[in-house]
Nanobody
Framework: QVQLSESGGGLVQSGGSLRLSCRFL????????MGWYRQAPGKQRELVAR???????SYGDSAKGRFAISRDHAKNTAYLQMNSLIPEDTAVYYC???????????WGQGTQVTVSS
C-alpha cells in the first residue's frame, strides 16, 4: 500500500519561498507519476505540478515560472520549490502518486501553506 508523507508547509510572507517534500513509501517509486495539487477554501482542488519518472515536468497556470517540481529516486521523495509566493497561493497542498501500471491514485494528508500579505 502506497503511503505519502508531506512536509514543509507553513506561514510565509508574500514574496517568500517554501519547499514542500513528499516521501513515498510502499511500492516502486519509479512506476509513479508524482504530483502536487492544492485546494483553497471554497475552491476545487487544482493541479500545481506533476513529474514523470523520467523527470518530465508540467505545471498548472498558477505555478508556471514560480514553482519547480523535482524528484529524488534515491530518497523516494518528490519536492515542490515555491518561489515568489503570493496570498493567492494560500491553500492545502496535497501530494499525489499516480501509478503508470494500475492507474490508481494515492494522496497524502495535505500540508497547509499560508502566504501573508
Amino acid at each position: 500500500q502506497v503511503q505519502l508523507s508531506e512536509s514543509g508547509g507553513g506561514l510565509v510572507q508574500s514574496g517568500g519561498s517554501l519547499r514542500l517534500s513528499c516521501r513515498f513509501l510502499g511500492n516502486i517509486f519509479a512506476t509513479y507519476v508524482m504530483g502536487w495539487y492544492r485546494q483553497a477554501p471554497g475552491k476545487q482542488r487544482e493541479l500545481v505540478a506533476r513529474i514523470t519518472d523520467g523527470g518530465g515536468a508540467s505545471y498548472g497556470d498558477s505555478a508556471k515560472g514560480r514553482f519547480a517540481i523535482s524528484r529524488d529516486h534515491a530518497k523516494n521523495t518528490a519536492y515542490l520549490q515555491m518561489n515568489s509566493l503570493i496570498p493567492e497561493d494560500t491553500a492545502v497542498y496535497y501530494c499525489n502518486a499516480h501509478s503508470i501500471i494500475s492507474r490508481n491514485d494515492y494522496w497524502g494528508q495535505g500540508t497547509q501553506v499560508t502566504v501573508s500579505s
